[in-house]
Protein backbone atom coordinates (compact mmCIF):
# COMPACT_ATOMS: atom_id res chain seq x y z
CA UNK A 1 0.00 0.00 0.00
CA UNK A 2 1.02 3.36 -0.90
CA UNK A 3 2.13 4.81 2.55
CA UNK A 4 1.07 8.48 1.49
CA UNK A 5 -2.41 7.42 1.03
CA UNK A 6 -2.30 5.51 4.03
CA UNK A 7 -1.22 8.60 6.11
CA UNK A 8 -4.22 10.61 3.90
CA UNK A 9 -6.62 8.50 5.43
CA UNK A 10 -5.32 7.63 8.74
CA UNK A 11 -5.51 11.81 9.24
CA UNK A 12 -9.35 11.77 7.76
CA UNK A 13 -10.31 8.83 10.02
CA UNK A 14 -8.82 10.65 12.82
CA UNK A 15 -9.93 14.53 12.48
CA UNK A 16 -14.10 12.58 11.54
CA UNK A 17 -13.64 10.06 14.36
CA UNK A 18 -15.74 7.66 11.99
CA UNK A 19 -14.13 5.38 9.35
CA UNK A 20 -17.59 5.57 7.63
CA UNK A 21 -17.52 9.64 7.37
CA UNK A 22 -13.76 9.60 6.18
CA UNK A 23 -14.67 7.04 3.42
CA UNK A 24 -17.40 9.43 2.61
CA UNK A 25 -15.43 12.40 2.36
CA UNK A 26 -12.25 10.44 0.42
CA UNK A 27 -14.79 9.08 -1.87
CA UNK A 28 -13.42 5.49 -0.95
CA UNK A 29 -15.15 2.11 0.37
CA UNK A 30 -15.12 2.06 4.08
CA UNK A 31 -13.24 -1.32 3.96
CA UNK A 32 -10.27 0.73 2.47
CA UNK A 33 -10.27 2.87 4.88
CA UNK A 34 -9.96 0.42 7.75
CA UNK A 35 -7.16 -1.80 5.39
CA UNK A 36 -5.43 1.56 5.56
CA UNK A 37 -5.32 2.39 9.30
CA UNK A 38 -4.48 -1.52 9.73
CA UNK A 39 -1.70 -1.30 7.38
CA UNK A 40 0.24 1.58 8.78
CA UNK A 41 -0.32 0.24 12.58
CA UNK A 42 1.70 -3.17 11.36
CA UNK A 43 3.93 -1.07 9.94
CA UNK A 44 4.22 1.30 12.68
CA UNK A 45 3.94 -1.13 15.24
CA UNK A 46 1.31 0.55 17.45
CA UNK A 47 -2.43 0.84 17.65
CA UNK A 48 -3.38 4.10 16.78
CA UNK A 49 -7.11 3.89 16.71
CA UNK A 50 -9.68 2.75 20.01
CA UNK A 51 -12.44 1.49 17.81
CA UNK A 52 -16.16 0.74 19.34
CA UNK A 53 -18.97 0.66 17.84
CA UNK A 54 -20.07 3.91 18.29
CA UNK A 55 -17.05 6.07 17.67
CA UNK A 56 -13.20 6.01 16.41
CA UNK A 57 -10.83 7.69 18.98
CA UNK A 58 -7.42 7.78 18.81
CA UNK A 59 -4.78 6.55 21.13
CA UNK A 60 -2.11 8.34 23.03
CA UNK A 61 0.28 7.37 20.54
CA UNK A 62 -1.93 7.59 17.35
CA UNK A 63 -2.52 11.36 19.04
CA UNK A 64 1.32 12.15 18.57
CA UNK A 65 1.55 9.89 15.59
CA UNK A 66 -1.29 12.11 14.11
CA UNK A 67 0.68 15.61 14.46
CA UNK A 68 3.66 13.96 12.87
CA UNK A 69 1.61 13.37 10.28
CA UNK A 70 -0.14 16.11 9.58
CA UNK A 71 3.79 17.86 9.61
CA UNK A 72 4.62 15.37 6.84
CA UNK A 73 1.97 15.75 4.74
CA UNK A 74 2.44 19.50 4.91
CA UNK A 75 6.31 18.99 3.89
CA UNK A 76 4.92 16.49 1.00
CA UNK A 77 2.70 18.90 -0.34
CA UNK A 78 5.13 21.70 0.18
CA UNK A 79 7.85 20.33 -1.81
CA UNK A 80 5.48 19.17 -4.49
CA UNK A 81 4.39 22.84 -4.95
CA UNK A 82 7.76 24.42 -4.47
CA UNK A 83 8.40 24.99 -8.46
CA UNK A 84 4.76 25.02 -9.23
CA UNK A 85 4.41 28.36 -11.30
CA UNK A 86 1.37 27.77 -13.74
CA UNK A 87 -2.05 28.25 -12.36
CA UNK A 88 -2.80 25.28 -13.87
CA UNK A 89 -0.91 22.88 -11.48
CA UNK A 90 -2.26 23.94 -8.66
CA UNK A 91 -4.88 21.03 -8.30
CA UNK A 92 -6.89 19.18 -5.62
CA UNK A 93 -9.41 19.66 -3.55
CA UNK A 94 -10.45 22.69 -1.76
CA UNK A 95 -13.34 22.19 1.13
CA UNK A 96 -14.84 25.47 2.24
CA UNK A 97 -17.25 27.21 4.08
CA UNK A 98 -19.34 30.46 4.53
CA UNK A 99 -22.26 31.89 5.42
CA UNK A 100 -25.01 31.55 3.17
CA UNK A 101 -25.30 35.75 2.71
CA UNK A 102 -21.98 36.00 1.59
CA UNK A 103 -21.99 33.13 -1.18
CA UNK A 104 -25.44 34.21 -2.17
CA UNK A 105 -24.91 37.69 -1.98
CA UNK A 106 -20.67 38.52 -3.21
CA UNK A 107 -18.99 35.30 -3.47
CA UNK A 108 -20.77 33.15 -6.09
CA UNK A 109 -21.02 35.51 -8.58
CA UNK A 110 -17.00 36.10 -8.78
CA UNK A 111 -16.48 32.18 -8.43
CA UNK A 112 -16.07 31.75 -12.39
CA UNK A 113 -12.82 33.79 -11.97
CA UNK A 114 -11.10 31.57 -9.41
CA UNK A 115 -12.49 28.29 -11.51
CA UNK A 116 -11.13 29.66 -14.37
CA UNK A 117 -8.10 30.97 -13.06
CA UNK A 118 -7.34 27.16 -11.06
CA UNK A 119 -9.41 25.02 -13.51
CA UNK A 120 -7.88 21.99 -11.75
CA UNK A 121 -8.84 23.00 -8.30
CA UNK A 122 -12.06 21.41 -7.34
CA UNK A 123 -14.06 23.56 -5.25
CA UNK A 124 -16.67 22.15 -2.20
CA UNK A 125 -18.21 25.25 -1.31
CA UNK A 126 -20.41 24.88 2.08
CA UNK A 127 -22.65 27.29 2.65
CA UNK A 128 -24.22 27.58 6.43
CA UNK A 129 -24.67 30.05 8.93
CA UNK A 130 -23.84 27.77 11.94
CA UNK A 131 -20.48 27.44 13.16
CA UNK A 132 -18.53 23.86 11.67
CA UNK A 133 -15.91 21.99 13.30
CA UNK A 134 -12.86 22.80 10.82
CA UNK A 135 -10.86 20.09 11.64
CA UNK A 136 -13.71 16.71 12.64
CA UNK A 137 -15.54 18.18 9.24
CA UNK A 138 -12.30 18.49 7.08
CA UNK A 139 -12.51 21.99 5.83
CA UNK A 140 -9.16 23.79 4.64
CA UNK A 141 -10.63 26.87 5.53
CA UNK A 142 -14.19 29.19 6.61
CA UNK A 143 -15.36 32.16 6.80
CA UNK A 144 -16.93 33.70 9.57
CA UNK A 145 -18.62 36.84 10.36
CA UNK A 146 -18.51 37.73 14.69
CA UNK A 147 -16.47 36.73 17.67
CA UNK A 148 -14.34 33.68 17.16
CA UNK A 149 -13.30 31.93 20.26
CA UNK A 150 -11.70 28.24 18.81
CA UNK A 151 -8.13 28.92 19.92
CA UNK A 152 -7.26 25.85 17.69
CA UNK A 153 -7.89 28.05 14.63
CA UNK A 154 -5.33 30.17 13.11
CA UNK A 155 -7.35 33.49 12.52
CA UNK A 156 -6.71 36.07 9.55
CA UNK A 157 -8.91 39.19 10.02
CA UNK A 158 -10.38 40.62 6.39
CA UNK A 159 -12.35 43.88 8.13
CA UNK A 160 -15.92 44.45 8.71
CA UNK A 161 -19.81 44.42 7.49
CA UNK A 162 -21.04 47.67 8.30
CA UNK A 163 -24.64 47.03 9.60
CA UNK A 164 -28.42 48.53 8.57
CA UNK A 165 -31.34 48.46 10.53
CA UNK A 166 -33.72 47.69 7.94
CA UNK A 167 -38.02 47.60 7.42
CA UNK A 168 -40.13 46.90 4.46
CA UNK A 169 -42.37 49.24 2.77
CA UNK A 170 -45.64 47.09 4.01
CA UNK A 171 -44.22 47.38 7.72
CA UNK A 172 -43.64 51.14 7.27
CA UNK A 173 -47.13 52.01 6.60
CA UNK A 174 -48.90 49.43 8.95
CA UNK A 175 -46.45 51.10 12.06
CA UNK A 176 -44.49 53.93 10.68
CA UNK A 177 -40.62 54.57 10.71
CA UNK A 178 -39.32 55.17 14.16
CA UNK A 179 -36.93 58.22 14.52
CA UNK A 180 -35.63 57.65 18.28
CA UNK A 181 -34.99 54.76 20.41
CA UNK A 182 -37.78 55.86 22.83
CA UNK A 183 -40.08 54.83 19.17
CA UNK A 184 -38.95 51.38 19.31
CA UNK A 185 -41.08 50.66 21.89
CA UNK A 186 -43.90 50.65 19.56
CA UNK A 187 -42.12 48.92 16.96
CA UNK A 188 -41.15 45.10 16.64
CA UNK A 189 -37.98 42.91 15.76
CA UNK A 190 -37.46 40.07 14.29
CA UNK A 191 -35.12 38.19 16.47
CA UNK A 192 -32.45 35.98 15.37
CA UNK A 193 -30.72 32.97 17.21
CA UNK A 194 -28.65 30.38 15.76
CA UNK A 195 -29.83 28.07 18.33
CA UNK A 196 -33.72 28.30 19.12
CA UNK A 197 -35.12 28.93 22.70
CA UNK A 198 -32.07 31.28 23.25
CA UNK A 199 -32.86 34.21 24.64
CA UNK A 200 -33.42 37.54 22.20
CA UNK A 201 -30.97 40.16 22.22
CA UNK A 202 -32.73 43.06 21.54
CA UNK A 203 -32.08 46.02 19.32
CA UNK A 204 -28.05 46.21 19.38
CA UNK A 205 -26.61 50.15 18.82
CA UNK A 206 -23.48 52.11 19.47
CA UNK A 207 -23.96 54.41 22.03
CA UNK A 208 -22.58 57.71 20.32
CA UNK A 209 -21.65 59.34 23.59
CA UNK A 210 -19.32 56.42 25.19
CA UNK A 211 -18.88 54.27 22.19
CA UNK A 212 -20.46 51.39 23.97
CA UNK A 213 -22.43 48.69 22.55
CA UNK A 214 -25.74 48.35 24.18
CA UNK A 215 -28.76 46.12 23.62
CA UNK A 216 -32.28 47.24 23.87
CA UNK A 217 -35.42 44.96 24.32
CA UNK A 218 -38.02 44.91 21.76
CA UNK A 219 -41.07 43.16 21.14
CA UNK A 220 -41.12 40.68 18.37
CA UNK A 221 -42.96 37.45 17.60
CA UNK A 222 -40.58 35.63 15.76
CA UNK A 223 -37.48 34.07 16.32
CA UNK A 224 -35.21 32.66 13.19
CA UNK A 225 -32.07 30.45 13.09
CA UNK A 226 -31.12 31.47 9.18
CA UNK A 227 -30.32 34.26 7.02
CA UNK A 228 -32.68 33.63 4.12
CA UNK A 229 -35.54 33.17 6.78
CA UNK A 230 -34.45 36.20 8.40
CA UNK A 231 -34.48 38.91 5.38
CA UNK A 232 -37.68 37.29 3.92
CA UNK A 233 -39.24 38.38 7.40
CA UNK A 234 -38.51 41.70 6.91
CA UNK A 235 -39.63 41.30 3.48
CA UNK A 236 -42.90 40.09 4.70
CA UNK A 237 -43.16 43.23 7.03
CA UNK A 238 -43.12 40.92 10.04
CA UNK A 239 -40.32 43.59 11.91
CA UNK A 240 -37.51 44.82 11.76
CA UNK A 241 -34.19 43.99 10.89
CA UNK A 242 -30.47 44.62 11.34
CA UNK A 243 -28.02 43.03 9.22
CA UNK A 244 -24.82 43.34 6.77
CA UNK A 245 -24.80 45.83 4.47
CA UNK A 246 -23.55 43.54 1.10
CA UNK A 247 -26.61 41.37 1.90
CA UNK A 248 -29.21 44.69 1.99
CA UNK A 249 -28.25 46.68 -0.22
CA UNK A 250 -29.59 45.03 -3.05
CA UNK A 251 -33.28 45.12 -1.36
CA UNK A 252 -32.84 48.88 -0.69
CA UNK A 253 -31.81 50.09 -4.41
CA UNK A 254 -34.52 48.02 -5.36
CA UNK A 255 -36.86 49.90 -3.13
CA UNK A 256 -37.90 46.20 -1.22
CA UNK A 257 -36.36 47.64 2.29
CA UNK A 258 -36.44 50.67 4.35
CA UNK A 259 -33.16 51.79 5.99
CA UNK A 260 -34.15 53.19 9.51
CA UNK A 261 -32.37 54.82 12.14
CA UNK A 262 -28.90 55.58 10.89
CA UNK A 263 -27.55 57.04 13.71
CA UNK A 264 -28.32 53.63 15.69
CA UNK A 265 -26.56 51.00 13.86
CA UNK A 266 -25.12 48.63 15.36
CA UNK A 267 -21.55 47.02 16.30
CA UNK A 268 -19.41 46.72 12.96
CA UNK A 269 -19.30 42.79 12.42
CA UNK A 270 -15.88 41.63 12.10
CA UNK A 271 -15.53 38.90 9.35
CA UNK A 272 -12.11 36.42 9.79
CA UNK A 273 -10.79 33.74 7.16
CA UNK A 274 -9.88 30.67 9.67
CA UNK A 275 -8.23 27.66 9.30
CA UNK A 276 -6.23 24.61 11.18
CA UNK A 277 -3.36 25.52 13.01
CA UNK A 278 -0.71 23.72 10.52
CA UNK A 279 2.85 24.69 10.03
CA UNK A 280 1.82 24.69 6.07
CA UNK A 281 -0.55 25.71 3.87
CA UNK A 282 -0.97 23.69 0.49
CA UNK A 283 -1.03 26.71 -2.33
CA UNK A 284 -4.42 25.51 -3.30
CA UNK A 285 -5.30 27.15 0.30
CA UNK A 286 -3.17 30.05 -0.49
CA UNK A 287 -4.28 31.16 -3.07
CA UNK A 288 -7.74 30.76 -2.60
CA UNK A 289 -7.57 33.05 0.67
CA UNK A 290 -5.74 35.20 -1.39
CA UNK A 291 -8.34 35.52 -4.21
CA UNK A 292 -11.37 35.51 -1.32
CA UNK A 293 -9.90 38.83 0.96
CA UNK A 294 -9.39 40.39 -2.73
CA UNK A 295 -12.94 39.64 -3.11
CA UNK A 296 -14.64 40.84 0.20
CA UNK A 297 -12.91 43.45 0.60
CA UNK A 298 -14.61 46.29 -1.51
CA UNK A 299 -17.42 45.04 0.84
CA UNK A 300 -15.87 45.50 3.97
CA UNK A 301 -15.04 48.45 6.48
CA UNK A 302 -11.42 48.59 8.34
CA UNK A 303 -11.48 47.41 11.45
CA UNK A 304 -11.49 49.58 14.27
CA UNK A 305 -9.17 49.46 17.57
CA UNK A 306 -9.97 46.66 19.94
CA UNK A 307 -11.73 48.72 22.71
CA UNK A 308 -9.72 48.18 26.26
Known amino acids: MN ?38 ENQTGIRLLHRTTRRVQMTQDGQVFYQRCLEWLAD ?15 RGRLRVDMS ?18 YPNVEVELGA ?35 QLN ?26 YALSLGSKPAGFEYVDAASGEVRNLP ?8 SSIAYF ?12 PEPNLEPYLQ ?26 HLSRRVQVFMCWLEGVMTPHLQALAPSRP
Open 166 to 191: CVSPAYAAAYGIPQTLADLAEHRLVH
Open 218 to 225: MAGNLTVN
Open 232 to 243: SACLAGLGMIQG
Open 254 to 279: RGELIEVLPDYRAEPLPVTLLYSNRR
Open 3 to 40: QLDAIKIFVRVAEAASFTQAAADLGLPKASTSLAVQWL
Open 76 to 90: AEELQDMFRIDPADV
Open 100 to 117: VGAVAGIVMARLPEFMAR
Open 128 to 162: TDHLVDIVAEGFDCVMRAGTISDSRLVARRLGAYR
